[in-house]
């Protein structure tokens, strides 16, 4: 596999991302600038990461989705390769078009920063393959904007078609349907609004964010 990592201004978790792929793959990915128009020939895998693109000014993400960059993204997400959004990549993702629904304020109106579990709703996919549906799992959360919104028709499709991935166990934000975790429609696009970056070895409090990536990868191998 041969990751990229696209780096927005004001990312924060870039370096989280590409250290787990790292431990995934063994490899380093490429860390590629939102400002480049094209992706490396052979990146087969691209992770958007959480963080604060552009300061999250205007709608979150609205700002990042029209970086240069995404014109290559798109194009190969529609093409089939693998892209995960965490966080404001999952913002980003809808942002595009390439994920339905819209990322609201947290219903709450504060920022939500702990560690959740989550449900994992569909294990059938690559990006849940080292999961059994109902497993719960935990990940951290540190977001403002993460309340998942939809219209009653597209989350019915989402369900019937087997495209939430996770749900929360205890809802943080308000997410319609506790939904925490949705995949497109081709089945290679990930928007997930926890961050599996951040539990990838016991001394940052828990090992399921590894199991992620390592399941990521070999399903994709």
Request: proline share 6%; charged share 20%.
């Amino acid at each position: 596999m041969k990751p990229a990592v696209i780096v927005f201004p004001a990312s924060n978790c870039d370096r989280d991302i590409a250290v787990a792929l790292e431990k995934a793959t063994g490899k380093a990915p490429a860390m590629v600038w939102h400002g480049d128009a094209s992706l490396p020939a052979e990146t087969d895998f691209i992770v958007l990461p959480g963080g604060f693109s552009y300061g999250d000014y205007l709608r979150s993400g609205a700002m990042a989705a029209k970086s240069p960059i995404m014109r290559d993204v798109i194009e190969k997400a529609k093409a089939g390769t693998p892209v995960i959004g965490v966080c404001n990549g999952f913002q980003i993702l809808c942002e595009t078009g390439l994920l339905p629904g819209a990322l609201m304020r947290n219903a709450g109106l504060n920022f939500v920063c702990r560690t959740v579990t989550l449900e994992v709703e569909n294990s059938q996919s690559m990006f849940t393959s080292a999961f059994e549906k109902g497993q719960y799992v935990d990940f951290p959360v540190a977001h403002h904007d993460g309340n998942y919104f939809a219209d009653d028709e597209t989350l019915d499709r989402l369900e019937g078609e087997g495209r939430v991935a996770f749900r929360y166990v205890d809802n943080p934000n308000g997410s319609a349907r506790d939904i925490a975790g949705v995949l497109g429609d081709g089945g290679n696009v990930l928007g997930l609004m926890p961050h599996p970056e951040r539990m990838i070895s016991p001394l940052l409090g828990g090992i399921d964010g590894a199991a992620f990536f390592r399941g990521v990868v070999d399903a994709a191998a």
